[in-house]
């Protein structure tokens, strides 16, 4: 009952409406069996099927086999000689970068493609592309040798690239970057990034906010954030990139996450000092901070702040708002800022509805959170399993073991999984309430559905079991 919702995270923003499911079209065959409806609810939701975006033809020819079978850069070269006799012959012609590329995928090293390159340039002119396939791959290979050693092979197509016609530029620098990241070489992406900016390197490329920000973002989830001010501090020194707005949003969703909000607050003074008016993004990202350290109350005192320095509040503020007042207690004063959504244009979603169902929950009236998603299907938005999950929780606990057992069979009708905690109040509540048979069949449902792993299933009615028996003794 606790979680931030999705909505808050600053990775996805904003998020997109809920809309209602169209009914579908009557079909000539007799409709099935209509499932079982309990008088708790009006329209419990029905297991969605993944319907795919494009429909298979059984004519539809396979994927064609890859060009080169192997990695041995001799058999390349003859397969390579072979289809270039061909297509001569044919009048036709083949693309370089797709042949490298086939070539890289077959596990090619990063000096044989660098051959095979060659070889190809001596029949058909080298574009850009190719130049970004050999650099892509040689950064996606495992750093071998030295540190020093680590990035010879992608200054050597770097290089090539100055020497053929074709110099580096900011969008050789970010595939570079890029790639290396995923490789997991953030240490080999930082050093890559220092030369090619640096006002010393020949071989400098102008560098790229986008580029930069994103190598930031990847620092600040996984190093301290000593070490990224320290990496910000050097290329401002060696390059004279600076942070912007982005870069500052970045950082204060590093230390919020931290749960550090006092450097939050230093790092907002920093960016007023260098020009940087706080947008809504970077406010949302505040607001999510507040809610991580439980201080929710303050949500309010940012959402003003906001409204006064005339920042307009989107999908995600008003989630986060609504969360972090529900959490705090403050339902009534988040119910009224239902109608404030409304009237900006931005309408209540399954996370506004979840968040506030949570917060009447904490205050013991499951049964008005039960009301409220009668409400929530009635205006077309649909509920997920966050919803009932945190529904089934809040009546167990307020003792409506019996709305709460309604609820279980809407959810166990439409396939949906029991998360760690609401499975683990339901079947505590049913087996003090005696019902052993119905808490091995919770147990049962969610081993089948595959909710919870066999051991924390297992652990959590075995625990309930042995309280129930102690409290006979």
Do not use: W
């Not at 590093?254 to 000092?273: F, I, S, Y």
């Not at 920042?311 to 403050?330: F, H």
């Not at 052993?436 to 147990?443: K, L």
């Amino acid at each position: 009952m606790g979680k931030l919702p999705p909505s808050m995270r600053s990775a996805k923003l904003p998020l997109a409406f809920l809309k209602p499911h169209p009914s579908p079209s009557p079909s000539p065959s007799p409709p099935p069996p209509k499932p079982y409806r309990p008088s708790l609810l009006k329209n419990p939701l029905k297991k969605k099927k993944k319907h795919s975006t494009q429909t298979p033809s059984p004519l539809a020819s396979p994927s064609p086999p890859p060009i080169f079978q192997s990695p041995a850069l001799s058999d390349a070269v003859a397969t390579f000689d072979s289809l270039s006799a061909a297509t001569a012959e044919a009048g036709a012609s083949l693309d370089p970068a797709t042949l490298l590329r086939s070539f890289c995928d077959a596990g090619a090293s990063p000096s044989d493609a660098l051959c095979l390159f060659r070889h190809i340039s001596s029949h058909l002119p080298p574009d850009r592309p190719c130049f970004h396939v050999l650099l892509g791959h040689s950064c996606l290979q495992p750093a071998v040798g030295d540190n020093d050693d680590h990035l010879t092979p992608v200054f050597n197509v770097l290089d090539l690239m100055s020497s053929s016609g074709f110099p580096p530029d900011a969008a050789s620098a970010d595939l570079a970057v890029r790639a290396l990241c995923s490789a997991g070489r953030l240490d080999d992406a930082c050093a890559l990034l220092r030369r090619l900016s640096s006002f010393s390197s020949p071989a400098a490329v102008p560098p790229d906010v986008f580029t930069y920000n994103f190598l930031i973002r990847r620092l600040a989830r996984s190093r301290p954030i000593s070490s990224v001010y320290a990496f910000i501090d050097e290329l401002r020194r060696s390059s004279g990139i600076r942070p912007d707005l982005v870069t500052y949003t970045i950082l204060i969703d590093a230390v919020c996450r931290g749960r550090n909000l006092r450097e939050a607050t230093r790092l907002l003074g920093v960016l007023a000092d260098a020009g940087f008016k706080p947008d809504c993004y970077l406010y949302n990202t505040i607001m999510k901070g507040y809610c991580i350290v439980d201080q929710c109350g303050e949500v309010m005192e940012v959402y003003n702040k906001m409204k006064d320095e005339g920042v307009e509040p989107d999908l995600v503020t008003y989630n986060s708002l609504i969360y972090g007042l529900s959490k705090a207690g403050m339902v009534d004063q988040a119910k009224r800022f239902l109608n404030v959504m409304a009237n900006t244009g931005h309408f209540p979603d399954t996370v506004t509805y979840t968040s506030l169902m949570n917060g009447m929950c904490r205050k013991g009236d499951a049964l008005g959170a039960l009301r409220l998603l009668g409400e929530m299907e009635e205006k077309g938005c649909s509920p997920n399993e966050c919803t009932y999950n945190t529904l089934l929780m809040g009546l167990c606990k307020a003792k409506c073991l019996e709305k709460g057992m309604e609820l279980y069979g809407v959810m166990k009708a439409g396939g949906m999984k029991l998360e760690n905690a609401a499975y683990a109040t339901f079947v505590r509540a049913l087996c003090r309430a005696n019902k052993i048979a119905e808490a091995y069949e919770v147990f049962g449902y969610a081993l089948e559905s595959k909710s919870l792993t066999d051991v924390s299933a297992y652990m959590a009615l075995e625990s309930s079991l042995k309280f129930l028996k102690k409290a006979k003794a």
